[in-house]
Protein backbone atom coordinates (compact mmCIF):
# COMPACT_ATOMS: atom_id res chain seq x y z
CA UNK A 1 0.00 0.00 0.00
CA UNK A 2 0.83 3.58 -0.57
CA UNK A 3 0.39 6.61 1.64
CA UNK A 4 -1.06 10.09 1.05
CA UNK A 5 -3.12 12.57 2.68
CA UNK A 6 -6.34 11.69 4.12
CA UNK A 7 -7.35 15.56 2.52
CA UNK A 8 -5.87 18.95 1.44
CA UNK A 9 -4.11 21.05 3.61
CA UNK A 10 -3.82 24.45 3.30
CA UNK A 11 -1.23 26.70 5.30
CA UNK A 12 0.18 29.79 4.72
CA UNK A 13 3.36 32.01 6.21
CA UNK A 14 6.10 33.61 5.63
CA UNK A 15 9.09 31.94 3.10
CA UNK A 16 12.71 32.31 4.37
CA UNK A 17 14.55 33.82 1.93
CA UNK A 18 11.99 35.29 -0.07
CA UNK A 19 10.41 37.05 2.95
CA UNK A 20 7.01 37.41 1.21
CA UNK A 21 3.59 35.70 2.78
CA UNK A 22 3.39 31.86 0.69
CA UNK A 23 0.07 30.24 0.44
CA UNK A 24 0.73 26.27 0.43
CA UNK A 25 -1.64 23.39 -0.01
CA UNK A 26 -0.14 19.81 0.55
CA UNK A 27 -2.86 18.10 -1.95
CA UNK A 28 -3.46 14.06 -1.73
CA UNK A 29 -2.04 12.66 -5.13
CA UNK A 30 -2.85 9.35 -6.99
CA UNK A 31 -0.41 6.49 -5.96
CA UNK A 32 3.02 6.39 -8.35
CA UNK A 33 2.88 10.43 -7.70
CA UNK A 34 5.81 10.53 -5.52
CA UNK A 35 6.34 14.49 -4.25
CA UNK A 36 5.65 16.52 -6.81
CA UNK A 37 6.14 20.69 -5.84
CA UNK A 38 3.50 22.62 -7.71
CA UNK A 39 4.56 26.09 -9.12
CA UNK A 40 0.87 27.69 -9.06
CA UNK A 41 1.90 31.29 -9.33
CA UNK A 42 4.06 30.53 -12.49
CA UNK A 43 0.93 28.50 -14.83
CA UNK A 44 1.30 25.23 -12.19
CA UNK A 45 4.91 24.12 -13.17
CA UNK A 46 5.22 21.23 -11.62
CA UNK A 47 9.08 20.03 -9.81
CA UNK A 48 9.50 16.34 -9.19
CA UNK A 49 11.01 16.56 -5.28
CA UNK A 50 14.29 14.19 -6.41
CA UNK A 51 17.72 14.20 -6.20
CA UNK A 52 18.37 14.93 -9.45
CA UNK A 53 16.20 18.09 -9.85
CA UNK A 54 18.63 20.09 -6.69
CA UNK A 55 20.48 23.13 -8.48
CA UNK A 56 21.29 24.78 -5.27
CA UNK A 57 22.56 23.70 -2.15
CA UNK A 58 23.84 26.99 -0.46
CA UNK A 59 21.32 28.22 2.23
CA UNK A 60 18.64 25.17 1.77
CA UNK A 61 18.04 22.58 -0.85
CA UNK A 62 16.47 24.17 -4.17
CA UNK A 63 14.98 21.99 -6.56
CA UNK A 64 14.25 23.03 -10.35
CA UNK A 65 12.67 21.60 -13.84
CA UNK A 66 13.77 24.29 -16.09
CA UNK A 67 13.51 27.74 -14.80
CA UNK A 68 10.80 26.62 -12.09
CA UNK A 69 12.02 26.36 -8.46
CA UNK A 70 11.42 25.51 -5.25
CA UNK A 71 13.57 26.25 -2.60
CA UNK A 72 14.16 25.47 1.21
CA UNK A 73 12.06 22.39 0.83
CA UNK A 74 14.39 20.13 3.09
CA UNK A 75 12.27 20.67 6.59
CA UNK A 76 9.07 19.84 4.91
CA UNK A 77 10.24 16.83 3.14
CA UNK A 78 11.38 15.85 6.45
CA UNK A 79 8.15 15.57 8.16
CA UNK A 80 6.53 13.95 4.76
CA UNK A 81 8.99 11.44 5.29
CA UNK A 82 8.88 11.28 9.14
CA UNK A 83 4.81 10.49 8.18
CA UNK A 84 6.01 8.29 5.53
CA UNK A 85 4.27 9.49 2.48
CA UNK A 86 4.73 8.32 -0.76
CA UNK A 87 2.59 10.32 -2.82
CA UNK A 88 1.86 14.14 -2.56
CA UNK A 89 1.54 17.61 -4.45
CA UNK A 90 2.83 20.58 -1.97
CA UNK A 91 0.79 23.18 -4.77
CA UNK A 92 2.62 26.61 -3.54
CA UNK A 93 2.24 30.58 -4.69
CA UNK A 94 5.40 31.75 -4.50
CA UNK A 95 9.40 29.88 -4.54
CA UNK A 96 8.95 28.01 -1.34
CA UNK A 97 7.32 26.82 1.79
CA UNK A 98 6.31 28.82 4.46
CA UNK A 99 9.34 28.53 6.87
CA UNK A 100 6.34 28.35 10.37
CA UNK A 101 8.40 27.71 12.96
CA UNK A 102 11.96 26.76 11.62
CA UNK A 103 11.62 22.97 11.91
CA UNK A 104 9.71 20.33 10.84
CA UNK A 105 7.12 19.46 13.56
CA UNK A 106 5.06 22.64 12.34
CA UNK A 107 4.44 20.98 8.88
CA UNK A 108 4.22 16.85 10.78
CA UNK A 109 1.62 18.00 12.96
CA UNK A 110 -0.65 19.45 10.00
CA UNK A 111 0.31 16.32 8.53
CA UNK A 112 -0.96 14.15 11.63
CA UNK A 113 -4.10 16.26 12.03
CA UNK A 114 -5.44 15.55 8.28
CA UNK A 115 -4.34 11.86 8.76
CA UNK A 116 -3.31 9.34 6.39
CA UNK A 117 -5.21 7.19 3.51
CA UNK A 118 -3.57 4.30 2.05
CA UNK A 119 -4.04 2.98 -1.28
CA UNK A 120 -2.90 0.41 -3.58
CA UNK A 121 0.54 0.24 -5.24
CA UNK A 122 3.99 -0.56 -4.87
CA UNK A 123 6.02 0.64 -2.04
CA UNK A 124 10.36 -0.11 -2.61
CA UNK A 125 12.76 1.13 -0.55
CA UNK A 126 15.85 1.83 -1.54
CA UNK A 127 18.85 -0.30 0.48
CA UNK A 128 22.08 0.78 0.86
CA UNK A 129 24.72 -2.79 -0.34
CA UNK A 130 27.84 -0.98 -0.38
CA UNK A 131 29.38 1.84 1.38
CA UNK A 132 29.39 5.37 -0.14
CA UNK A 133 31.26 8.21 0.82
CA UNK A 134 31.62 12.31 -0.38
CA UNK A 135 33.71 14.78 0.76
CA UNK A 136 33.41 18.13 0.34
CA UNK A 137 36.82 20.32 1.94
CA UNK A 138 36.18 18.49 5.51
CA UNK A 139 32.74 17.77 5.29
CA UNK A 140 32.45 14.30 5.09
CA UNK A 141 29.08 11.75 4.59
CA UNK A 142 28.98 8.11 4.45
CA UNK A 143 26.21 5.38 3.71
CA UNK A 144 26.64 2.55 5.32
CA UNK A 145 24.23 -0.31 4.73
CA UNK A 146 22.19 -1.31 7.43
CA UNK A 147 19.57 -3.30 8.72
CA UNK A 148 17.19 -0.23 8.80
CA UNK A 149 17.29 3.31 8.81
CA UNK A 150 19.80 5.44 11.06
CA UNK A 151 21.67 8.99 11.00
CA UNK A 152 24.38 10.00 13.01
CA UNK A 153 26.13 13.43 12.93
CA UNK A 154 28.69 14.77 14.33
CA UNK A 155 28.84 18.74 14.40
CA UNK A 156 31.91 21.23 15.14
CA UNK A 157 31.50 25.10 15.45
CA UNK A 158 34.34 25.19 17.99
CA UNK A 159 34.64 29.13 16.94
CA UNK A 160 31.25 29.64 18.88
CA UNK A 161 30.52 28.27 22.75
CA UNK A 162 27.04 28.87 21.60
CA UNK A 163 27.47 25.51 19.76
CA UNK A 164 30.83 23.76 19.99
CA UNK A 165 30.92 20.14 19.32
CA UNK A 166 27.68 18.40 19.16
CA UNK A 167 26.59 14.37 18.06
CA UNK A 168 23.79 12.68 18.11
CA UNK A 169 22.35 8.91 16.84
CA UNK A 170 19.28 8.16 16.32
CA UNK A 171 17.08 5.06 14.70
CA UNK A 172 14.80 6.59 11.57
CA UNK A 173 11.28 5.83 13.10
CA UNK A 174 8.11 7.95 12.77
CA UNK A 175 8.01 7.97 16.47
CA UNK A 176 11.49 8.83 16.94
CA UNK A 177 11.34 11.39 14.16
CA UNK A 178 8.10 13.53 15.98
CA UNK A 179 9.76 13.19 19.48
CA UNK A 180 13.57 13.83 19.03
CA UNK A 181 14.13 15.41 15.41
CA UNK A 182 11.58 16.99 14.05
CA UNK A 183 11.11 19.86 16.71
CA UNK A 184 14.49 21.06 16.17
CA UNK A 185 14.47 24.77 14.60
CA UNK A 186 17.34 25.85 12.19
CA UNK A 187 19.72 28.26 13.30
CA UNK A 188 21.72 31.39 11.70
CA UNK A 189 24.49 33.92 12.95
CA UNK A 190 23.49 37.32 13.15
CA UNK A 191 26.91 39.01 11.62
CA UNK A 192 25.91 36.65 8.88
CA UNK A 193 22.57 38.47 8.34
CA UNK A 194 22.88 41.73 6.80
CA UNK A 195 25.27 40.16 3.74
CA UNK A 196 22.28 37.58 3.31
CA UNK A 197 19.97 39.38 2.81
CA UNK A 198 21.81 41.83 0.41
CA UNK A 199 21.93 38.77 -1.45
CA UNK A 200 18.02 38.41 -1.49
CA UNK A 201 18.37 35.65 1.05
CA UNK A 202 17.10 35.55 4.74
CA UNK A 203 14.96 38.15 4.30
CA UNK A 204 12.00 36.18 6.63
CA UNK A 205 14.42 34.91 9.08
CA UNK A 206 13.36 36.13 12.16
CA UNK A 207 13.65 35.29 16.24
CA UNK A 208 10.34 33.55 16.12
CA UNK A 209 11.67 31.04 12.99
CA UNK A 210 15.68 30.79 13.64
CA UNK A 211 17.97 29.97 16.48
CA UNK A 212 19.73 33.64 16.25
CA UNK A 213 23.76 32.99 17.44
CA UNK A 214 25.62 36.45 18.05
CA UNK A 215 29.27 35.73 18.84
CA UNK A 216 29.31 32.94 21.79
CA UNK A 217 25.72 33.79 22.71
CA UNK A 218 22.24 32.54 21.61
CA UNK A 219 19.89 35.70 21.32
CA UNK A 220 16.95 33.80 21.91
CA UNK A 221 17.77 30.78 24.08
CA UNK A 222 14.24 31.24 26.41
CA UNK A 223 12.50 29.63 22.43
CA UNK A 224 15.50 26.55 22.22
CA UNK A 225 14.28 23.01 22.54
CA UNK A 226 16.77 21.00 23.24
CA UNK A 227 20.68 21.97 24.86
CA UNK A 228 21.84 19.80 21.44
CA UNK A 229 18.91 21.27 19.26
CA UNK A 230 21.37 22.34 16.59
CA UNK A 231 23.12 18.87 15.70
CA UNK A 232 19.45 17.80 15.83
CA UNK A 233 19.18 19.75 13.01
CA UNK A 234 21.18 18.92 10.98
CA UNK A 235 20.02 15.59 11.15
CA UNK A 236 16.80 16.91 10.46
CA UNK A 237 17.94 18.37 7.42
CA UNK A 238 19.67 15.18 6.30
CA UNK A 239 16.34 13.55 6.51
CA UNK A 240 14.81 15.37 4.28
CA UNK A 241 17.66 15.81 1.87
CA UNK A 242 18.14 11.60 1.72
CA UNK A 243 13.77 12.00 1.07
CA UNK A 244 15.09 13.18 -2.39
CA UNK A 245 16.08 9.92 -2.93
CA UNK A 246 12.61 9.13 -3.68
CA UNK A 247 11.99 6.11 -1.55
CA UNK A 248 12.73 4.77 1.90
CA UNK A 249 16.47 4.89 2.12
CA UNK A 250 17.76 1.63 4.39
CA UNK A 251 20.98 2.50 4.91
CA UNK A 252 22.81 4.36 7.92
CA UNK A 253 23.63 7.93 7.57
CA UNK A 254 26.78 9.16 8.83
CA UNK A 255 27.48 12.76 8.70
CA UNK A 256 30.57 15.12 9.19
CA UNK A 257 30.25 19.06 9.27
CA UNK A 258 28.17 18.63 6.46
CA UNK A 259 25.19 20.53 4.74
CA UNK A 260 22.76 20.18 1.77
CA UNK A 261 26.03 20.54 -0.88
CA UNK A 262 27.26 17.28 0.23
CA UNK A 263 23.73 15.37 1.08
CA UNK A 264 22.95 15.80 -2.56
CA UNK A 265 26.41 14.51 -3.59
CA UNK A 266 26.08 11.61 -1.72
CA UNK A 267 22.99 10.91 -3.22
CA UNK A 268 24.42 11.21 -6.86
CA UNK A 269 27.27 9.16 -5.90
CA UNK A 270 24.81 6.41 -4.47
CA UNK A 271 22.64 6.19 -7.82
CA UNK A 272 25.63 6.54 -9.96
CA UNK A 273 26.58 3.44 -9.89
CA UNK A 274 23.68 0.43 -9.56
CA UNK A 275 25.78 -1.93 -7.46
CA UNK A 276 25.62 0.28 -4.37
CA UNK A 277 21.97 -0.58 -4.13
CA UNK A 278 18.88 -2.94 -4.17
CA UNK A 279 15.37 -1.71 -4.55
CA UNK A 280 13.40 -3.59 -2.41
CA UNK A 281 9.28 -4.05 -2.47
CA UNK A 282 8.18 -2.75 1.23
ZN1 LIG B 1 17.36 23.27 8.10
Redesign the pocket.
Known amino acids: MRRTLAREIAKSGTALHAGAVVDMRLLPAEPGTGIVFRRRDIGGREIPALYDRVAETRL?TVIAEGDATAGVI??LMAAIAGAQIDDLIVSLDGPEPPILDGDAFSYFRLIEEAGLRERPGSRKAIKVVRPVEVAIGDAQIRLLPSHGSEYHFDLDYSNTKAIGKQSYTMTFTRENFAREIAPAR?FGFVHELDALNKMGLARGASLANTIAIDGDTVMNKDMMRFADEFVR?KI??AI?DMALAGGPLVARFEGMKSGHAANNAVLRALFADSSNYQLMEI
Open positions: GEHTHLDG
